[in-house]
């Protein structure tokens, strides 16, 4: 989330009010993937690696929950 939208969880907490205010984001976009984003990006990204060695094993880390 943080290198799709170049932001830090940090560094939003100083404008993501001003975002929610301006109808930019509907909700705090650390504390739910945004499946039409990230979640397209995670999925490419998945789906091409497999391609190349299908037998990558994948992952993810972060904060979860």
Do not use: W
Not at 6 to 15: L, T
Not at 16 to 45: E, H, T
Request: proline residues 3%; positive net charge; aromatic residues 10%.
């Amino acid at each position: 989330t943080q290198m799709t939208f170049g932001f830090s969880r940090d560094d939003a907490a100083k404008f993501l009010g001003a975002y929610y205010d301006k109808k930019i984001y509907d909700n705090d976009p650390f504390a739910r993937l945004d499946q039409n984003g990230v979640g397209k990006l995670v999925k490419m990204a998945a789906e091409l690696g497999r391609q190349a060695r299908p037998d990558l094993k994948l992952g993810i880390c972060g904060e979860h929950g």
